[in-house]
């Protein structure tokens, strides 16, 4: 299983494509969605024109996904959630995007949402911790506490595009990050064609 994380910052289409991607790939997905980033997610895919109601409503809609039997969805507040003990068995947690003030609670301990707290156990547990990080320009603040974050084995993924990959849209640059991640989880996938193909 892999936990998915959205927190409040711009680019939850981030977070939505990996679900995507993992779903169509069979995976298991443990998904959580902050209430900034629902506010978000009304604000840049909804347009707001519609209130967000929950990430299976907003996946059928978009209709990439298929496998919704994999997807179990959970409230940032839900303590008893699964991922929220270490005898949970989930393999990693990817938290994108992942706003400064999440990144902060992420690389001092400060667990007080089920999105730190899963973070907070794939670290103790020795588990594989992802970041896409979502501030520019970045103040010294954030660089010391990605340089932590970095210290502590969690895994920082820029969402910066790879311009090689010749993007002919935001889809095509959501597609590079997400696809980076993929790779880093280990898993095949064809959002972009790697140097030398």
Known sequence: ???VAISGA????????LIEELLNLNEHVAAIVSQPAGRIIEYEMLLEKAPFSSLRDLLEVRGVAKNFDLLNEYKNNNFFSPVASGSAQFEAVAVIPCSM?????????YADSLITRACDVALKERRRCIIV???TPLSVVHTENLHKAAQVGIEIVPP???????????????DFVVGKILNLL?????LFESWGE
Do not use: C, N, Q, W
């Open 10 to 17: 711009s680019g939850p289409i981030m977070g939505i494509r």
């Open 186 to 190: 280990g898993r095949k996938h064809r």
């Open 133 to 135: 990080p979502r501030e």
């Open 101 to 109: 003030k999440t990144l902060s609670a992420i690389v001092h301990g």
């Open 160 to 174: 910066v595009p790879g311009f090689y990959t010749r993007p002919e849209s935001v889809a095509d640059v959501v």
């Open 1 to 3: 299983m892999i936990v």
